[in-house]
């Protein structure tokens, strides 16, 4: 079975923190990406990265910064939180260009 | 900007009837297409892949694909209360490109 991580299921940070998101998974999967999802506008894709300390834009990569120093762990940085980036963030990791495979996300809330 | 539709529901069906969920997709380079099931709170979990035209069955569920139409649906037989979920249509970009585009996904309620 796929296991991905996420370091917390819920955090709650003030406008202006940095803020750090871990996401780890255990089957040497290639690529690994970040997505957020809120309601009515369904998942977006923030970053992602094919291979250790490679990373790609995706969508809505403003306000958003990436890190793959281990093929294992992909961590996403909100540089300056503000509160317009309380959401679900969802990690997924891929062996190959096709499926994904998910984490149980963590729910930010920045006040 | 590569698009994929679905109806945001809910689709409200009776236990043991068939859940029909429907997807469209802009994209006519796209090969690879992907049926995720997200309970509320939870995160999206894979439940069906397709490739080729034609069906694709694994067990309650049937993925069909129609790549002239642009279409794929995910058929739920014999529908169960458990199965009450948002699923998500997921469709690879055409081109060498790992990303998925998801569509906003469909709520089913499976009435008792």
């Known amino acids: 079975d796929v296991k991905v991580t996420q370091s917390s299921r819920y955090l709650v940070k003030r406008t202006g923190e940095k803020v750090f998101l871990e996401c780890v998974q255990d089957?040497?999967?290639?690529?690994m990406f970040w997505y957020r999802q809120d309601p009515g506008l369904g998942l977006r894709l923030i970053y992602f990265s094919y291979d250790v300390k490679m990373k790609e834009k995706g969508d809505i990569p403003e306000g958003y910064s990436v890190s793959r120093e281990k093929k294992e762990r992909f961590s996403l940085i909100l540089e300056s939180a503000s509160t317009n980036q309380t959401s679900m963030y969802l990690c997924?990791?891929?062996?190959?260009?096709?499926?994904?495979?998910f984490g149980p996300g963590t729910r930010l809330t920045v006040t | 900007q590569k698009e994929v539709e679905q109806n945001s529901g809910p689709l409200s069906v009776p236990e043991g009837a068939i859940a029909s969920l429907n997807c469209t997709y802009s994209?006519?380079?796209?090969?690879?297409f992907f049926w995720y099931r997200q309970y509320s709170g939870k995160s999206p979990e894979l439940i069906m892949s397709i490739y080729s035209n034609g069906d694709k069955e694994d067990g309650r569920f049937t993925a069909q694909l129609n790549k002239a139409s642009q279409y794929v649906s995910l058929l739920i037989r014999d529908s169960q209360p458990s199965d009450s979920a948002t699923y998500l249509c997921a469709v690879k970009a055409g081109g060498a490109t790992n990303k998925l585009i998801f569509g906003t996904g469909t709520l089913l309620a499976v009435q008792p």
């Open positions: 089957m040497d999967h290639e690529n």
């Open positions: 994209d006519r380079g796209s090969q690879s």
């Open positions: 997924a990791s891929s062996p190959n260009r096709y499926e994904q495979y």
